[in-house]
Each structure stands twice: as structure tokens, then as C-alpha cells.
């Protein structure tokens, strides 16, 4: 018997569906180009097609992924404890240093008790399903990150009667009026929740924790920040957006944050706050019991990376210097930045393709910024998302003008 070629299958219909899409980003111009990095994380990196450039889009805000000493805990960890347990942490796979970083966790942010995961979207995805029940409400800001929208789209899946609000970017007057529906809705019957990113990766804005602490006092609700981008940015010593605004540690139920941000910037992520809710997710946790810890090399780096910045405060010092030189920079210059008190400084263009033709004629010119369009960010409001490190020094942030004056000039 001999088989038709014509048939389409439905495995066809998958591949013909995804080399449409590939092909269509491509025409577009928004194909991503993954760039590869041949040596560590730092001011200046070497990449492989251009050599050396200077660093603008990662996460290394305190400079502390290539520090020595963060270096040296990951290598004393894996002659001492090896590549990992090869089980999950209930059944044998918890190391000491889990706990020393668990402890060093809830000690720098002021909290009762922190539990970790191999991310902070594991935290996420571990965080709203395990704690929450039917009869609960979520109640999120618009722009928060893509870990917790999907943590509370898993949560109302995993536990059918779990309520979610949405209220408008940081609008008080909005979260109110969501908290107000939350209380007359008679299918509301258990705790309300409400959650924001601390920093906004897009926009680089923060939070009004201040105001979010008194609503959700006010309607008896729990409050939930995720500071990846505040953890060791914001604040006089580093300890996040609430430290920026004046509140402590024990003013936010429960923090969500990574490991792979400032506070070494290896992978890892956490749940920290009040004692029964991280508890809860020790016990009951899909991610916590179904999925392996974080490396031990990767724990002993971070919990050395938290060291540095409980005993190095001037670093986050440092940053904010930088902060404030490239943002008068860029300002003098001409480009349209999004104003806020964080690392994260969005220039806007407006087309994707646009963001991604000036961020190839940046690294050109030696230095490495990112273009972020559809999807990450709503179509329109394409950018180049420049993020400034403790790392860098003038040299690194007069290049950087200097390349953005550059393709001002070439525009114009
Ligand atoms: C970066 C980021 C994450 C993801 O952290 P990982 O540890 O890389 O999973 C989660 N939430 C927010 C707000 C972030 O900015």
C-alpha cells in the first residue's frame, strides 16, 4: 500500500502553523537574535559576533555576578556538596545552605521566614494556588509581570472558586473601587488578596506600597510585592520599593523576589514573610514538592551576594549615582525617558521594528541595549530598555551617551 503525500496531518498542521509565525516575526523584523556571551557577566562583556561591548540590559544592578567572593562560595559549594541531591527538598533533598539562605533571606528583608525555588516564577506559580482557597479574590495591577498573571490564571484551574480583579496601573482610586466590589460581592467569602510587581520591569515605575498598605488595611486584605527589580536597588540599603517608601519588612505579607537579579544574578527565586503562608507552601507546594531545589552552588553564590550588600550598602549608593548621571545624560541629549527612581530607564520609540534597528546600530557601536516591542510591551510603545549596574563606571556611561548621540544625529 502506498501512502498519499497529500494528506495533511495534524502534526502538519503544527509545523506548517509555526513556520508561518517564524516567518512572519522575520518579515517584520521582530525576529529575536539570541546573542552568546563568552565569558562572565559584567560592565563589559564579549560577545561572540562583536567582541567586547558594554553592558546595558542585564539584571547585575549591584555588579555582584562576577564579584570574587560570589565566585568563590559556588566553587567551595560544589567541591564540598557536589553537583545536588537528585531529589526534591521534602524527600532528601534539602542542603544546609538551603537553610543558611533561607535564613539570610528573611534576615535582610526583616521577615519571619523565607523558602526558595529554582525561580521566582516557581515562586510565583507556587505562592497564589497553594495559599489561597475558593471563595478568595486576587486582585493584580495591570502591567504586573507575565509569573504572576499566569500564577492566578493557574490558581482559578487549580481551585475553582478563586475570584480575580484587575485595576487600572498603579490607580489608587481604581484599587479601591476593586476592593470595594471584593467586599459586596457576596461570592467573596475568604481572604483578598492583592499583588504588584514593587519596580514595573517595562516602565521602570514603582508601586505606592505606602497607599496599597493602608487600602488593603482598611478592606483587611493581604498585600503581596514582587520586588525583582527593587531587591537590592531600592532603599538606603538595598532591601527593596518598600525600603524606598519608607515601610519595614514586616508591612508586606508576603514578598515574592529572585535570586537572579541583583542578589548575585546565578537563578533562584523566593517566597519570604509571614511564618504559616510560608509554611504552607513548604507543605503543600506543587513546585516545592514536585520539583528539585535550587543547585547548592547557586544558593551558597546568592547567600554571599546578600552578605556583600548587608555589609557593602554603599554599592546600592554607587547605582543610584549611575542612575542619575546616565538619566541627565540621556535628557541632555534629547531622548524621551520614562522618568522614575529606579535602574530601569525606558527610552520610548514607538515601532518594534524601529527598537530593534536602533539596538543593532548600538551594538555596532559597542554598546548592548535592548529593543523590547510586541509582545512584551503593548504595540506602539516600543522601546530601548537601558538598565544601569553598580557595575559600570563614567567610561561605560559616557559611551553609552555618546552611542545614543550618535544615532540621534544619524536620525536626524
Ligand atoms: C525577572 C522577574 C521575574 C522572574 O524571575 P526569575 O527568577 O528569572 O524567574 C519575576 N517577577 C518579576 C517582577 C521579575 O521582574
Redesign the pocket.
Known sequence: MTRTTTRTTPADVFYNRADDTLKTLADSGQLKNLQMIEGPMDATITLRDYGEVACFCSNNYLGLSNHPDVRAAGIEAIEKYGAGTASVRFICGTFTPHETLEKTIAKFLGVEAAYTFV???NA?EAIFPTLCEPGDIIISDELN?A?IIDSMRLTTVIKKGVHKAVYKHSDMNDLRAKLQAAQNNEDVTGAVWVVT?GVF?MEGDIAHLKDMRALCDEFGALLVV?D??GTGVMGKTGKGTHEFLGLAGKDVDFFTG?L??ALGGG???YIAGRKQGVELVVQRGRPTLFSNALPVTVACSANTAIEILMNEPQRVQKLRDNVAYARKGFREIGFKVLESPTAICPIIVGDTAKAIAMSNKLLKMGVFVIGFGFPVVPEGTARLRVQISAAHEREHLDQLIDALRKLKTLEA
Open positions: 525561580s521566582c516564577w510565583s509581570h509569573c510587581d520591569s514582587d525583582s527589580h529572585t537572579g537579579k537563578a533562584g527565586g
